[in-house]
């Protein structure tokens, strides 16, 4: 009678029995309103008389099994029911009004409490015998129940959180504007869901509803344990749907533990019960246990993908917060509890579970990162023979056509490797065997994607190699090592690969609606041996690939393979890290000045290494990016200054201090170039106050030791910025080092710098010393030219004083007696008979030099017969000479410089130094200019005509009006036969331009654009440098205002009124000339280098330009259309069908952060708009401007038989393309050319339809289900079917189709390697190694013969396919015509029969 008592709460007998059976003829689907007064009492229910019926349901059911047990007779509660005239359907029903009153979205606290409660005890009736026989049982109301939990669960708790989370994480990234993004998804649902959930919680609220959640849970755990679903696989779906999603509920504290308690009872927590059900659905009890072991794999799929699937439709990304992570790392552990309990059964469904992480991973790093910890996790529990297999299906899938896949394979990889390397003898396969060593995984999964099409791919598979040098595993740094050693073979044998080549077939598309749960199936054919010395050529061309992130990658890759001694550190392959130092790209540059750091930090004591970081880190303070700066700034100062210590002779130094006295010793000998911008690195720290006293005070210490040429070095460097100086030291320092004989030449410069700094500082006395010094050497004539010119501007310091009188007076008598004793043996020399012929080269080099040096600093001691002897350096004028005495006549006939007998070394310096007399003599450039000008024309002395190009250029910046009018006479230059003046001419002109000395008249742009496609690369891309980062910066609209002209100058074409009016003698014009069609490539190179550097604007202005004064002249007969009109007129039209003519609209910047979503939204529409505006403007102009001229020119064309009118179809084939279907409308003046128009625009579209079906035969299709043909362990497959496709001749097979030789065969492949990612249309039939486009089949199959897993609708086809039942097809099945597409599902059949 308890039970009946605690029953009374209900009011079961007050309940119509007209309700009740609606209820049940609504089969629980709806909830039917009672009598108001009824419903209010029985929702007025408390949680207390729900518990008492509930424990007292329970204390039956146990005394009922214990009665049992001792075979005494129980009363059953279907008995006691019916005695108390209470009925089964009336009970459910009023159970099934407090349920599905707690369904509804307004439910108070009290009511989900309510209905909690409810369920609890409908579940706890089904468990009781009998249930079934009483009609308890509806599977309906039992679904309802069990996921009664999502319903009452307040769906908001943690909601708000997790969107927050997200936007958090999408502000800190970079969104992609052309992809849908799951986060963005996820955000929407969540707001929608949001919207739905009006009411607010309180924490004592929830905690309540959590009580009722946990009854239920505990009840639904107890029904399993009696219940069976065995008959009734929707339920056990949904059960398992239920528990997955009860994994989120709440945080778990500690480690789980998976083992089975007695009472459900004793669980902690919510994710703890869903899990213990989740092990209960996977007995024999519920049914076959691999579809229950399918079920739950499926379902935690997506826990360990971080994903949220629900019933339909694509999953979405969760935000991997702790929860999340928490949870998925359980899921991961259940798994692995599963399989060390259930072994063999369930290792083929962890294949499956592995196979699908990887087929549905995301491109999202941070998820793919988990991911293949997730896989690592795994395998580690798998058996050699399993983890073998799913290696080789890694094999294949790492050559999948999706780029995310090849991708992930990278990452899984390198996860894989950080485990213990498998023995192949612990695999008693001898194929699969092969696949256990880390070696396979480096050499074959990793390297393969060396060449991968995408730029990520690629970026990252180099990323990753590196990283493999790192790890512990010594197999498989030494499996890195044989990759680039000549010496090893590092490709598989034939018998192993065998088994994983199949014929390659298209791949199947799969959605996310259609792709039941079972093995996935790759199977292609691709070959990665490669040769050592072409792997490194290969990374050493990824270092300068087109992509940023794959030369960022390839770098790291360099410098791991430097820093372990895989690859000689030799120049040849370090050069390229100090050449990325100053990459286009700034995160380039960063990277690589990190490598060059690693690099020197790892070989410090190698002379190369440290060469290469100089050449990298030092240039690098001049960077127009500030942070490259900074970067280059730490570096310097972390390497040379901070370790620059006092000096004691009894101490040695340690190798920081020895790295960098070895660094600075390099840059006073063979890194003297880059003395420019170390010194542009001390003028920025002078700025920071970062030279202390005591820092120079430890600097001078040095200047008595080994390494004092560094020591001066840096002192040379920081004198002019230190707060104090110590004098004494640093003179007693040049005392001792003055005295010296064996002072090098770098070091003697850099003591005469600091000498100079300091000649302020020092007393007269001091200076009267010094000065007498600096003359005893100079006259002794036996110094070198660097320390000859740091010697006379020393010399200059020490005499300076605030009186500019004076300091004249001081130059006039030391630099003038300089100057007289240099005319005195200029004049015994040139004056004596025999003097030539007994000449000191070196001795007249250093006498020329010094002259050259000293009279700019003393103009007024230069005598005309001192520029006379120099003159006579270079003519045969010394018998006049001899003549004239000291009166000489002002000038002497001179129109080029004669031969005579001294060397040609002397001469260039003859030019040098009449160059610098010149620019203090106004009236000697005048004389000289027709003379240097002469000289570069006729003259074949290379020295003296480098030379003569520079003294002209030193001159235009003094005299620009004056050397202006010999621009043209350098500009020929650029066209000189040797490569020396071509460059040399490039560099100074584009310093003159810079700094707007010459401006770009007359020919001077046309020439530059000629040395565009100059023999020698180097000059070329010099020439492309300052063109584009130097000269185009200050006048930006340079390119478009020459563009037409180029056209008509290279062409030699000088008909027109306006174009190639310049002036130029034929020499000139044959020099420069690109006329012919043997030039015609230079040309087009020209051309299209111009066209990528235009803006939208200008492409669109000089196409309306063209028009106007190229078209419209041939049209109107003003230009006649002879030989030379023709080839204008047919080279304006193949101008105008380029590719880069057309407007290129740019997208929408792809990096806008989250937080300016909106800014981004409205930049994007109104570039939608502005590329709408420009479209109509150009479709307008063309119909306007050129449609007329083109009708015009094609009558004249006809009517003279002229080859262009081809070149003017296929330009209006090439620009109809945009504007396919208006063809009739844009020339309905001429419906003769729209209709040839028409013709020519579908003949194209044959052609290229044919040359993608030729392209695309490389992957071979079976023509039915079952003619997939591949290695006998391989399983079936069935794909999806694709449209037929021709065959190809046997003898036209493709090197991929083709049969290779393996290296036990004829030894290793030899690779194709690729300059850019990209690959170029056609390029896949020449390929011997890349991803596959289209040449890798995806299949779902049935390898280990068990069934599906349950598709998104929760029913199991299982028994429908099979193996067996696809592999009876006839031949005539399979050699029937093309498939037809299956559009019915299984589900969808067995629904139908």
């Known amino acids: 009678m308890e039970f009946m008592s605690a029953l009374q709460f209900l009011k079961l007998k007050e309940i119509p029995q007209a309700w009740v059976d609606e209820v049940w003829d609504v089969e629980f689907t709806e909830r039917k309103p009672l009598d108001d007064i009824l419903g209010e009492e029985l929702l007025a229910s408390r949680d207390k008389a729900f518990k008492d019926l509930y424990h007292c349901l329970l204390s039956h059911v146990a005394?009922?099994?214990?009665?049992?047990?001792?075979?005494?007779?129980?009363?059953?509660?279907?008995?006691?029911?019916?005695?108390?005239?209470?009925?089964?359907?009336?009970?459910?029903?009023?159970?099934?009004?407090?349920?599905?009153?707690?369904?509804?979205?307004?439910?108070?606290?009290?009511?989900?409490?309510?209905?909690?409660?409810?369920?609890?005890?409908?579940?706890?009736?089904?468990?009781?015998?009998?249930?079934i026989a009483n009609e308890v049982f509806h599977e309906v109301f039992m679904d309802t129940c069990c996921d009664l939990t999502s319903h009452c669960w307040p769906q908001d708790v943690g909601k708000k959180r997790k969107k927050d989370g997200l936007k958090g994480q999408m502000d800190s990234k970079r969104s992609k504007p052309q992809r849908q993004d799951h986060a963005e998804m996820e955000v929407d649902e969540a707001e929608e869901e949001e919207g739905k959930e009006e009411l607010n919680f309180s924490g004592q609220d929830l905690?309540?509803?959590?009580?009722?959640?946990?009854?239920?849970?505990?009840?639904?755990?107890?029904?399993?344990?009696?219940?069976?679903?065995?008959?009734?696989?929707?339920?056990?779906?949904?059960?398992?749907?239920?528990?997955?999603?009860?994994?989120?509920?709440?945080?778990?504290?500690?480690?789980?533990?998976?083992?089975?308690p007695e009472d459900p009872a004793e669980l902690r927590s919510v994710p703890e019960m869903a899990f213990y059900g989740l092990h209960q659905l996977c007995s024999t009890k519920h049914g076959d246990q691999k579809d229950s072991l399918c079920r739950v794999f499926h379902r935690l799929l997506y826990v360990i993908l971080m994903m949220n699937k629900g019933s339909q439709g694509k999953p979405s990304l969760l935000v991997p917060s702790q929860t999340v992570l928490a949870t998925r790392d359980n899921a991961i552990q259940f798994v692995c509890c599963l399989v060390d309990e259930l072994k063999e059964v369930v290792l083929p469904f962890l294949q499956i579970l592995l196979q699908h992480i990887c087929f549905q991973m995301v491109e999202k790093s941070e998820y793919r990162h988990h991911g293949a910890?997730?896989?690592?996790?795994?395998?580690?529990?798998?058996?050699?023979?399993?983890?073998?297999?799913?290696?080789?299906?890694?094999?294949?899938?790492?050559?999948?056509?999706?780029?995310?896949?090849?991708?992930?394979?990278?990452?899984?990889?390198?996860?894989?490797?950080?485990?213990?390397?498998?023995?192949?003898?612990?695999?008693?396969?001898?194929?699969?065997?092969?696949?256990?060593?880390?070696?396979?995984?480096?050499?074959?999964?990793?390297?393969?994607?060396?060449?991968?099409?995408?730029?990520?791919?690629?970026?990252?598979?180099?990323?990753?190699?590196?990283?493999?040098?790192?790890?512990?595993?010594?197999?498989?740094?030494?499996?890195?090592?044989?990759?680039?050693?000549?010496?090893t073979q590092t490709v598989?044998?034939?018998?192993?690969?065998?088994?994983?080549?199949?014929?390659?077939?298209?791949?199947?598309?799969?959605?996310?609606?259609?792709?039941?749960?079972?093995?996935?199936?790759?199977?292609?054919?691709?070959?990665?041996?490669?040769?050592?010395?072409?792997?490194?050529?290969?990374?050493?061309?990824?270092?300068?690939?087109?992509?940023?992130?794959?030369?960022?990658?390839?770098?790291?890759?360099?410098v791991g393979l430097l820093k372990h001694d895989v690859i000689p550190l030799n120049w040849e392959n370090l050069e390229t890290l100090p050449e990325r130092c100053r990459d286009p790209a700034v995160s380039v540059k960063k990277k690589a000045l990190q490598c060059v750091g690693e690099l020197l930090a790892a070989k410090p004591e190698v002379v190369v290494v440290q060469k290469a970081w100089l050449q990298g880190v030092v240039p690098a303070v001049v960077d127009p990016e500030n942070s490259v700066q900074d970067k280059a700034l730490e570096a310097l100062d972390q390497v040379l200054l901070s370790q620059v210590k006092v000096y004691s002779a009894g101490r040695h130094l340690d190798a920081g201090q020895r790295l960098t006295w070895d660094l600075l010793s390099l840059l006073c000998h063979e890194c003297q170039n880059l003395?420019?911008?170390?010194?542009?690195?001390?003028?920025?720290?002078?700025?920071?106050?970062?030279?202390?006293?005591?820092?120079?005070?430890?600097?001078?210490?040095?200047?008595?030791?080994?390494?004092?040429?560094?020591?001066?070095?840096?002192?040379?460097?920081?004198?002019?910025?230190?707060?104090?100086?110590?004098?004494?030291?640093?003179?007693?320092?040049?005392?001792?080092?003055?005295?010296?004989?064996?002072?090098?030449?770098?070091?003697?410069?850099?003591?005469?710098?600091?000498?100079?700094?300091?000649?302020?500082?020092?007393?007269?006395?001091?200076?009267?010393?010094?000065?007498?010094?600096?003359?005893?050497?100079?006259?002794?004539?036996?110094?070198?030219?660097?320390?000859?010119?740091?010697?006379?501007?020393?010399?200059?310091?020490?005499?300076?004083?605030?009186?500019?009188?004076?300091?004249?007076?001081?130059?006039?008598?030391?630099?003038?007696?300089?100057?007289?004793?240099?005319?005195a043996y200029l004049a015994n020399i040139i004056l004596s008979e025999n003097g030539v012929q007994n000449i000191n080269e070196e001795l007249m080099i250093k006498h020329l030099h010094m002259l050259g040096v000293a009279s700019l600093h003393c103009p007024a001691r230069v005598s005309k017969k001192t520029v006379l002897l120099v003159e006579s350096v270079l003519t045969s004028h010394s018998g006049g000479l001899e003549e004239c005495g000291d009166e000489l006549p002002a000038s002497l006939p001179l129109t080029q410089f004669r031969p005579n007998a001294l060397p040609p070394r002397v001469k260039a310096h003859g030019v040098i130094t009449l160059g610098k007399l010149c620019l203090q003599h106004e009236e000697l450039v005048q004389k000289y200019l027709p003379v240097f000008a002469r000289e570069l024309e006729v003259g074949s002395e290379v020295a003296v005509r480098n030379n003569?190009?520079?003294?002209?250029?030193?001159l235009c910046v003094r005299y620009t009006?004056?050397?202006?009018?010999?621009?043209?006479?350098?500009?020929?230059?650029?066209?000189?036969?040797?490569?020396?003046?071509?460059?040399?001419?490039?560099?100074?002109?584009?310093?003159?331009?810079?700094?707007?000395?010459?401006?770009?008249?007359?020919?001077?742009?046309?020439?530059?654009?000629?040395?565009?496609?100059?023999?020698?690369?180097?000059?070329?891309?010099?020439?492309?440098?300052?063109?584009?980062?130097?000269?185009?910066?200050?006048?930006?609209?340079?390119?478009?205002?020459?563009?037409?002209e180029c056209i008509f100058h290279f062409n030699s074409y000088g008909k027109h009124k306006s174009y190639n009016k310049f002036p130029q003698?034929?020499?000139?014009?044959?020099?420069?000339?690109?006329?012919?069609?043997?030039?015609?490539?230079?040309?087009?190179?020209?051309?299209?280098?111009?066209?990528?550097?235009?803006?939208?604007?200008?492409?669109?202005?000089?196409?309306?330009?063209?028009?106007?004064?190229?078209?419209?002249?041939?049209?109107?007969?003003?230009?006649?259309?002879?030989?030379?009109?023709?080839?204008?007129?047919?080279?304006?039209?193949?101008?105008?069908?380029?590719?880069?003519?057309?407007?290129?609209?740019?997208?929408?910047?792809?990096?806008?952060?989250?937080?300016?979503?909106?800014?981004?939204?409205?930049?994007?529409?109104?570039?939608?708009?502005?590329?709408?505006?420009v479209s109509q403007m150009q479709k307008r102009a063309f119909i306007e401007n050129t449609v007329p001229l083109i009708i015009s020119l094609k009558g004249l064309l006809e009517q003279k038989r002229s080859p262009v009118l081809r070149d003017l179809m296929a330009y209006l084939q090439a620009t109809m393309q945009d504007y396919r279907n208006e063809v009739k409308e844009f020339f309905s003046g001429d419906e003769q050319l729209a209709a040839e128009l028409e013709f020519s625009l579908e003949k194209a579209e044959k052609e290229k339809k044919m040359d993608d079906c030729s392209q695309s035969g490389d992957a071979r299709m079976p023509t039915s289900q079952g003619s997939v043909l591949g290695p006998p362990n391989l399983p079936f497959t069935f794909t999806t079917p694709q449209p037929p496709r021709p065959s190809h001749p046997a003898g036209r097979t493709t090197l991929s189709d083709r049969h290779l030789p393996w290296q036990g065969e004829t030894g290793p492949l030899k690779s194709i390697a690729l300059e850019e990612t990209a690959m170029p249309k056609g390029a896949a039939k020449n390929r011997l190694f890349s991803t596959p486009h289209r040449g890798i089949d995806i299949s779902l199959t049935f390898s280990e013969g068990f069934s599906a897993i349950l598709s998104d609708r929760g029913t199991s086809p299982a028994g429908e396919m099979s193996t067996g039942d696809v592999e009876e097809q006839t031949n005539e099945q399979q050699c029937a015509g093309p498939r037809q597409w299956n559009v019915q599902t299984p589900l969808r059949q067995k629904k139908a029969v």
């Open 63 to 131: 005394d009922q099994r214990q009665s049992a047990a001792s075979d005494d007779v129980s009363q059953s509660i279907w008995v006691i029911l019916r005695e108390n005239g209470v009925s089964v359907k009336c009970l459910v029903a009023a159970l099934s009004f407090f349920v599905l009153t707690a369904k509804a979205r307004a439910a108070t606290v009290q009511q989900r409490a309510g209905g909690l409660y409810a369920a609890s005890l409908y579940l706890l009736l089904l468990r009781i015998p009998g249930s």
């Open 207 to 260: 905690m309540k509803i959590r009580e009722a959640v946990t009854f239920l849970i505990q009840s639904l755990l107890r029904l399993l344990q009696t219940f069976s679903l065995k008959d009734r696989p929707q339920s056990a779906a949904n059960c398992t749907q239920i528990f997955t999603k009860l994994l989120y509920f709440e945080p778990v504290l500690g480690v789980l533990n998976f083992g089975a």
């Open 373 to 487: 910890q997730a896989v690592g996790m795994l395998t580690s529990h798998m058996e050699s023979t399993d983890y073998a297999r799913f290696i080789k299906w890694l094999f294949n899938f790492s050559r999948h056509s999706k780029m995310v896949y090849r991708l992930f394979s990278v990452d899984v990889m390198m996860v894989l490797l950080e485990q213990p390397e498998r023995r192949p003898e612990e695999c008693p396969d001898p194929e699969l065997a092969g696949f256990l060593p880390h070696q396979f995984l480096i050499q074959h999964l990793l390297f393969a994607r060396r060449m991968d099409e995408s730029p990520t791919v690629q970026g990252h598979a180099l990323s990753c190699l590196a990283q493999c040098l790192e790890l512990p595993s010594l197999n498989a740094t030494r499996a890195v090592h044989r990759l680039f050693d000549t010496g």
């Open 492 to 558: 598989l044998s034939a018998e192993l690969t065998e088994g994983t080549q199949t014929p390659s077939s298209q791949t199947c598309q799969k959605t996310y609606r259609t792709l039941p749960f079972r093995t996935v199936d790759i199977s292609s054919a691709d070959n990665s041996g490669c040769d050592a010395k072409e792997n490194l050529a290969l990374l050493l061309r990824r270092v300068q690939d087109s992509k940023t992130n794959v030369r960022k990658a390839a770098l790291q890759a360099l």
């Open 675 to 823: 003395s420019r911008y170390f010194s542009r690195a001390f003028t920025i720290w002078s700025k920071q106050s970062k030279f202390t006293p005591a820092f120079v005070t430890n600097l001078v210490s040095h200047t008595e030791a080994d390494h004092a040429a560094g020591a001066w070095l840096l002192l040379s460097k920081v004198i002019t910025s230190a707060p104090k100086l110590p004098y004494g030291k640093i003179l007693d320092a040049w005392d001792s080092m003055s005295s010296s004989k064996d002072v090098n030449v770098t070091t003697c410069c850099h003591m005469l710098s600091v000498m100079g700094d300091i000649a302020v500082l020092l007393n007269e006395d001091t200076k009267e010393r010094i000065i007498a010094d600096l003359m005893s050497w100079l006259k002794t004539f036996t110094l070198s030219l660097e320390v000859i010119n740091a010697a006379v501007q020393a010399l200059y310091q020490l005499g300076c004083s605030e009186d500019i009188k004076q300091t004249q007076a001081f130059l006039d008598q030391y630099c003038g007696e300089l100057v007289s004793a240099c005319e």
């Open 948 to 954: 003569i190009v520079v003294v002209m250029c030193d």
């Open 961 to 1044: 009006n004056i050397v202006d009018l010999y621009i043209p006479n350098i500009s020929a230059c650029l066209r000189d036969d040797e490569a020396v003046i071509r460059e040399q001419t490039v560099i100074m002109l584009t310093n003159l331009l810079q700094e707007e000395f010459v401006k770009w008249k007359g020919s001077l742009f046309f020439r530059f654009m000629v040395t565009l496609v100059d023999p020698v690369p180097a000059i070329a891309s010099l020439c492309e440098y300052c063109l584009l980062h130097l000269l185009l910066k200050k006048n930006p609209d340079m390119f478009s205002q020459h563009f037409i």
């Open 1065 to 1173: 003698n034929d020499r000139e014009k044959v020099r420069f000339s690109l006329k012919g069609a043997q030039n015609r490539e230079k040309r087009f190179r020209i051309y299209r280098f111009l066209l990528e550097n235009f803006t939208d604007t200008h492409r669109f202005n000089i196409t309306n330009k063209i028009n106007q004064t190229v078209l419209v002249c041939f049209a109107d007969e003003e230009l006649p259309l002879d030989a030379e009109g023709a080839e204008i007129l047919s080279e304006t039209f193949n101008i105008l069908s380029l590719k880069e003519m057309k407007l290129r609209i740019s997208s929408p910047a792809g990096g806008a952060a989250e937080e300016e979503q909106e800014e981004t939204m409205a930049r994007a529409v109104m570039q939608v708009a502005q590329k709408k505006v």
